[in-house]
């Protein structure tokens, strides 16, 4: 791999929204972001939700210089116990996945792609600011649909699997906004997923703030329905050129 041109790192603060529960930590988030000499970005997390049954995941996910995911490895233990772990690689015309799970034992998969892959949902924060980058900004604000995606889990909080799940995704992009969170002040750009069909169970509404520089660094996220969530950036760094 070649060498480390610059690196982000930061923490990602998950909260309840609901009422009872209103600001109450649940759940964190630590990603660092590393972008190669010859473009290509990797984007490693460990996340932890406190709610039962808790969930704890790692993530290594690595991107070309064009932004398509290439391969990635996830592990989740879940109610304290082991889940399963996963290797995934992504070629111009086939996903492919070799998994251990405690539920459904060893796992491999080979998916034929008519095109190559354009985004890859690890279920960890960082991961889904940076799905917003497939959204062309050109064409200012909207929605626009995304077709065979794929996910590690089609469950909300990613506790199953981890397997190759394919999805859609629909972005709307609502504007450039200034938003203060933990971290400081960015120019951000707001999104939101307004629509993801296949998943097992809808999800609720879901908006995300990203940072406006190329990067699409989350910010700070909101997920309404029976999710009643917020997560925010808290800790933020940046090595190396800019």
């Known amino acids: 791999m070649s060498a480390i041109v610059r690196s982000i790192s930061g923490t990602l603060h998950y909260t309840s929204t609901k009422p009872e529960r209103m600001g109450q930590e649940r759940g964190r988030e630590q990603f660092r972001i590393d972008i190669h000499a ?9 996340g932890e939700i406190d709610d039962a049954p808790a969930v704890v995941r790692d993530v290594n996910l690595r991107f070309d210089a064009n932004g398509r995911p290439q391969e990635s ?3 989740i233990a879940v109610g304290g116990a082991f889940r399963g772990s996963g ?7 086939e996903a492919e996945c070799e998994a251990y799970t405690s539920v459904e034992g060893r796992i491999s998969q080979r998916i034929a ?4 892959l354009i985004a890859f949902g ?7 600011g940076f799905h917003l980058n497939l959204y062309d900004l050109s064409q200012g604000p909207g929605v626009q649909i995304f077709e065979n995606l794929m996910l590690s889990s089609p469950d909300h909080r990613g506790a199953t699997g981890p397997m190759l799940f394919a999805i859609d995704l629909a972005i709307e992009y609502v504007g450039r906004e200034e938003i203060t969170v933990g971290a400081g002040r ?3 750009l707001h999104f939101r997923f307004t629509d993801i069909p296949g998943l097992l169970l809808e999800h609720p509404p879901y ?3 990203c ?9 700070k996220a909101e997920v309404g329905g029976y999710m009643q969530t917020a997560y925010e950036l808290t800790a933020y760094a940046q090595t190396g050129a800019a």
């Open 38 to 46: 010859d473009g290509a970005r990797v984007i490693s997390a460990h």
């Open 73 to 75: 490895f996830v592990r």
């Open 87 to 93: 290797w995934f690689r992504f070629s111009d015309t």
């Open 113 to 116: 792609l008519a095109e190559p």
């Open 122 to 128: 690890s279920h960890a924060m960082v991961n889904d």
């Open 186 to 188: 960015f120019d951000a």
């Open 207 to 209: 908006d995300l703030w």
């Open 211 to 219: 940072t406006s520089d190329g990067d699409y660094v989350l910010l």
